[in-house]
């Protein structure tokens, strides 16, 4: 499991720089200082950008303390960064949010119910890519499998009355 969380970390950023590249600005930025290993800069960026709520920019700050890139790593800040960005509707760190939650990761405890309902809210995103929705009914169907049949209707409730923040 702990190599779909991988997957993002790795596919994540560049993802990320294929959503508005043909507009550049601070969070464009901070994925070249990323990339040329400027982590202090990135940061610096990516930061003012997450303070204001950008989400694309918390997720990142997630994965730098998740992989320990120009911070010390810290998986209970990163799960601190994705939640921010998961609250937002913002896929990749809702599916982060269910691989943890699956393996108890990230600082956070093992709960299938809470990793099925991020899994869930990932796969239904209108923005979610083909690929990372169909990681994310696999692993929800995954999970799903080691659940009682009362905690996956729990779960399918939490996810029907998740709000975004």
């Known amino acids: 499991m702990k190599q779909g969380i991988k997957t993002f970390l790795a596919g994540g950023l560049l993802a990320l720089a294929l959503i508005g590249t043909a507009i550049a600005g601070p969070f464009e930025d901070g994925l070249v200082a990323n990339r040329r290993q400027d982590y202090a800069e990135a940061l610096r960026l990516w930061g003012q950008l997450a303070d204001q709520g ?36 913002f896929d990749y760190a809702q599916f982060n949010l269910g691989v943890a939650y ?31 929705r169909q990681m994310a009914v696999e692993n929800r169907d995954k999970v799903a499998a080691k659940m009682t049949p009362a905690q996956v209707t729990e779960a399918q409730r939490m996810a029907r009355e998740w709000k975004p923040k």
């Open 54 to 89: 950008n989400a694309r920019a918390q997720f990142s700050i997630g994965q730098m303390y998740y992989i320990g890139q120009g911070v010390p790593r810290d998986n209970t800040k990163a799960d601190g960064w994705y939640r921010k960005a998961a609250d937002q509707r």
């Open 102 to 132: 699956e393996d108890g990761g990230l600082g956070v405890p093992q709960d299938y119910a809470l990793a099925y309902m991020w899994f869930n809210l990932a796969s239904s995103s209108p923005a979610t890519n083909t690929d990372l």
